[in-house]
């Protein structure tokens, strides 16, 4: 990859500084890097949902490309910062969980992973404050890798990562009950099933929120303007969704809440 590539992960938002000023500092040291934003709309303090997210893009970037994720509530405490090499990719960001999925993902595939510190404040700004990683340590780290430092310079290699507790299904003895995961722009609902917990079934009912929605459809366009509907979204994860509407807001529904799903006969 000639021109190595830094995504951006945040739950910065848009309206300040602070997303943009991540492009300023890796540029200052790597002006070779080519920068994706994934987004910097993450929910606030929301971890899963930024490992999520994160799971959902990193597959489809070069080898190599170097992901930096900052959604840290623990800014400034004793959490670590870490670099971290997940099969094909690497992470830079709070020793929080954030990279979860991508660790999953690597040992499903049986490629290589390895976490280091981020100890080495040779490759962090000269000033670090207490409430800014992300500009001070996450930012310049990720550009000196980008520019060629070896990973392992970056600190003393780490065991014992925070791994999140991820929400997993649980089987009844009519079908499974579920979680969301993850809510989009549009207020659509990811859930943790898959279209290996639905066996190739499309009559089911899940009732989410006191609400019950019947079957699986093919896509949003299939049903009415401001109907219910579930479908199977382009992860394969079973969605929850209102045709041309939210369903977040029409269930109240959001990361964590947790539904049913039962099978018909």
């Not at 190599?64 to 623990?74: K, L």
């Not at 510190?117 to 500009?135: C, D, I, K, M, Q």
């Not at 969301?180 to 099933?193: A, K, P, Q």
Request: aromatic fraction near 8%; hydrophobic fraction near 40%; glycine fraction near 10%.
């Amino acid at each position: 990859m000639n021109k190595p590539v830094i995504s951006l992960t945040t739950d910065f938002g848009t309206a300040d500084y602070d997303a943009g000023v991540l492009t300023g500092v890796i540029w200052s040291i790597a002006p070779q890097a080519n920068i994706a934003v994934l987004t910097h709309d993450v929910t606030p303090f929301n971890i899963l949902e930024g490992a999520v997210i994160l799971s959902r893009c990193t597959p489809f970037f070069p080898e190599g490309s170097i992901h930096i994720a900052v959604v840290d509530p623990g800014v400034g405490t004793e959490r670590r910062g870490l670099a971290a090499r997940l099969g094909k990719q690497i992470f830079v960001g709070p020793d929080n969980g954030l990279c979860t999925l991508m660790v999953e993902q690597a040992h499903k595939e049986n490629l290589p992973v390895e976490f280091y510190a981020l100890e080495n404040t040779e490759y962090w700004l000269p000033y670090v404050t207490s409430v800014f990683h992300g500009r001070d340590i996450f930012a310049p780290v990720a550009a000196h890798l980008a520019a060629g430092i070896p990973l392992n310079k970056v600190g003393s290699p780490v065991v014992d990562p925070v791994l999140l507790e991820l929400p997993v299904p649980i089987q009844t003895a009519s079908g499974w009950r579920g979680t969301i995961l993850h809510v989009d722009h549009f207020g659509n609902l990811t859930t943790n099933l898959t279209a290996g917990h639905l066996s190739g079934k499309v009559n089911y009912v899940v009732t989410i929120q006191g609400t019950a929605i019947t079957g699986l459809t093919t896509t949003y366009g299939s049903a009415k303007p401001g109907e219910l509907l579930t479908l199977l979204d382009d992860s394969d994860c079973l969605e929850i969704a209102v045709s041309q509407g939210s369903a977040e807001k029409r269930l109240q529904a959001r990361v964590g809440t947790e539904f049913e799903l039962v099978f018909q006969e």
